[in-house]
């Protein structure tokens, strides 16, 4: 890998997709550089004057789209000012049925559309990852996961897989103007995933069916902003109607083989100590 190759610049390259793609680019042999508010690269979007610096040399970018949908025109006109010739977007599979979820995902989708250069867009169920890295590992780690799902199923993703997917799509000709949903191989409640949890972590962990109205009492009172949890709640608004339920094809469209399971994702995670008495532990004294 020399410094003139072909740069590939990773949005949120320290998040659960962007420090895996990270990892898988560079494994490859591709030269990818991650940016972050305070990662090697150094990228905000809430100073402008982070944004050309971190383009500086990219020839295509991996897009997290910014909170604010106002910001996601004037990134990808500098990034194709700037000699970005691909760009991949991660969406979020059915953004375009509850996009009030997160208007900066769709702003961003329609940036790349319009953006003159290639572009594929990648649409992910919602992360297993989820339960180890980010909402739902607290309260697992609690020994309660309460949420407004009802009983319809969730193909839950591997962050890896939306990772391996990325990195074909920045690497390789062929998936211009397309739009890929990606899932896991089979949908599972939120109630099963949680016994899933407590089978491979042989711990006592219970899932509790809110309303919608419960749910945003809850987040209100854990902390969440109100808007946070108003677009919480619209997200899984969608996930109730069954907007995400059925598994897609995406993954093996792009990579030629089966999506990870959520149960070797569990069992790999809990082996790792996601869910230990230590990581218990850690976060009570982080509290």
């Keep these: 890998m020399t410094t003139d190759a072909p740069s590939t610049l990773v949005m949120a390259g320290t998040g659960k997709t962007g420090r895996r793609l990270v990892q898988t680019l560079r494994a490859a042999g591709r030269h ?42 004037d990134f ?78 969730e193909p839950f993703v591997d962050a890896q897989d939306v990772a391996d997917v990325a990195a074909t799509l920045l ?13 896991g191989p089979r949908a599972l409640t939120f109630d099963a995933a949680v016994a899933t949890i407590a089978r491979v972590t042989d711990r006592s962990i219970r899932y509790v069916e809110l309303t919608p109205e419960q749910y945003h009492a809850e987040l209100l009172a854990e902390g969440y902003p109100a808007e946070a949890a108003t677009a919480l709640n619209a997200l899984f608004a969608g996930m109730r109607a069954g907007h995400l339920a059925e598994p897609t094809d995406g993954v093996r469209r792009v990579l030629g083989r089966d999506p990870l399971d959520f149960d070797s994702y569990a069992a790999r995670a809990a082996a790792a100590g996601a869910w230990s008495q230590s990581a218990r532990r850690a976060a009570g004294e982080a509290v």
């Design 32 to 73: 990818a550089r991650a940016a972050s508010r305070s990662g090697e690269v150094r990228f905000d979007w809430s100073r402008r004057d982070t944004w050309r610096p971190a383009l500086a040399g990219a020839s295509a970018v991996y897009l997290l789209a910014p909170e604010d949908p106002a910001l996601a025109t």
């Design 76 to 153: 990808v006109t500098q990034a194709v000012d700037s000699g970005v010739g691909r760009i991949v977007a991660l969406s979020g599979r059915g953004i375009d049925r509850v996009g009030d979820f997160s208007p900066g995902m769709v702003a961003a989708e329609e940036a790349v559309r319009k953006s003159g250069i290639e572009w594929t867009i990648i649409r992910p169920n919602n992360f297993s990852q989820n339960f180890s890295e980010d909402l739902f590992r607290q309260p697992l780690l609690d020994g309660r996961l309460a949420l407004p799902m009802g009983a319809t199923p």
């Design 171 to 183: 690497t390789s000709p062929g998936h211009h103007e397309r739009v890929y949903d990606l899932s």
